[in-house]
């Protein structure tokens, strides 16, 4: 089995930029479909971008397209998240999840393995 760690979180001003990291180990990060979550308080964990672990197709949910970019490193074993033009409502810790099953899907429970999560906030 696969362990994440994520990375990379903190505090941004609106506007500014984080790449969060998720750095695997156990298994290669290649053997797996990605993926970012995040929760914010009181809320339900959502998805933010997956990356198909077959040919690398990328999907992001609507409030991360345009300022998003997920990507991954297979020799680093590491995959990222680059979040650009942040806003408040960003603010959340941020899950990176790992299926063993090839396509991206929006649902936390379709993921297998799990990091302990990194915080990201946003001020206004």
């Known amino acids: 089995q696969v362990q994440l760690v994520e990375s990379g979180g903190g505090l941004v001003q609106a506007g500014g930029s984080l790449r969060l990291s998720c750095a695997a180990s156990?298994?290669?990060?290649?053997?797996?479909?990605m993926g970012w979550f995040r929760q914010a308080p009181g809320k339900d964990r959502e998805f933010v971008a997956g990356?198909?672990?077959?040919?690398?197709?990328?999907n992001y949910a609507d409030s991360a397209k345009g300022r998003f970019t997920i990507s991954k490193d297979n020799a680093k074993n590491t995959l990222y998240l680059q979040m650009n033009s942040l806003k408040p409502e960003d603010t959340a810790v941020y899950y990176c999840?790992?299926?063993?099953?090839?396509?991206?899907?929006?649902?936390?429970?379709?993921?297998?393995?799990w990091g302990q999560g990194t915080q990201v906030t946003v001020s206004s």
């Open positions: 999840a790992a299926r063993w099953a090839i396509g991206v899907v929006t649902t936390p429970d379709e993921y297998e393995y």
């Open positions: 156990g298994r290669t990060i290649s053997t797996y479909t």
């Open positions: 990356i198909r672990k077959l040919g690398g197709t990328t």
